[in-house]
């Protein structure tokens, strides 16, 4: 296990870093939380981001010069391998494999829904709503157990879908429900993910006042239905 000091860089709103919040959550592990503006960037953030984004993980070692890493899957899977606990990826390198095929497919599907909810077009917003929930209906056929993605076992697709599904939680259901209407299996997930510890806890409790500044900000066509 890494005795590293870790310091998690970060956006209240950012997707991304749920991931690494989620993650360390699940691990245990202690860490200090960060967060920046992302519309006036510090010269610090620029100094330590190759991409001026986050999330970032500062990792102190002792007698170590820190090191800098970005990238939100590479950060999930640095703390997966060094971390105590169980191991967020399956033991069987095909299942593994089948794991991080579902992680790019679940950003893609974040894609699509970051575009339907910040679309000020309602043609736009019908299109990009039509394409997510295409992608929900694909992982309804793939579901076949409860509570989580692989069944019983907490994995690190879930820690990619997890920020995804929170954004429908502060919508009203008149939104949401027909996104989600007749896909039973993807319902029952998300609720799951919802009530898992590590994801309640990997944002703000001010998470849903700040998502709804957003929308209203981005004029929004999802912005009149805020719960």
């Known amino acids: 296990m890494s005795n590293a ?33 992302l519309v006036y960037k510090p010269d610090w953030l620029l100094a ?20 800098i890493l970005f990238e939100s899957m590479a950060i999930c899977e640095y703390l997966n391998e060094t ?7 399956s033991n069987n390198a095909l299942s593994r494999a089948q794991q991080r095929a579902w992680i790019e497919f679940g950003a893609a599907a974040l894609a699509d829904a970051w575009q339907f909810l910040n679309a000020q077009d309602l043609e736009i917003a019908e299109n990009k709503k039509a394409v997510f929930r295409s992608k929900l209906q694909r992982l ?7 509570p989580y993605f692989s069944g019983s076992a907490f994995s690190m697709v879930d820690v990619v879908f997890a920020p995804l599904f929170r954004y429908f939680d502060v ?50 066509i999802v912005s009149g239905f805020i719960r």
């Not at 360390?24 to 960060?34: A, C, D, M, T, Y």
């Not at 330590?48 to 090191?67: F, H, M, Q, Y």
């Open 140 to 146: 309804e056929n793939e579901l076949d157990q409860v």
């Open 171 to 220: 919508l009203s259901p008149v939104v949401s429900q027909r996104i989600f209407n007749n896909l039973p299996r993807v319902t029952a997930w998300r609720g799951s993910l919802a009530n898992r510890p590590s994801v309640v806890s990997a944002v703000r409790d001010d998470y849903a006042e700040l998502f709804q500044q957003h929308l209203v900000k981005q004029q929004a």
């Open 48 to 67: 330590l981001s190759s991409t001026g984004k986050v999330p970032l993980l500062k990792v102190e070692r002792p007698n170590r010069a820190d090191t």
């Open 5 to 37: 000091r870790l310091t998690l860089i970060s956006h209240p709103l950012c997707p991304f870093v749920q991931r690494a919040a989620i993650v360390l959550l699940e691990k245990n592990v202690s860490f200090e939380r960060v967060d920046v503006d």
């Open 83 to 89: 971390q105590g606990g169980v191991s967020l990826y």
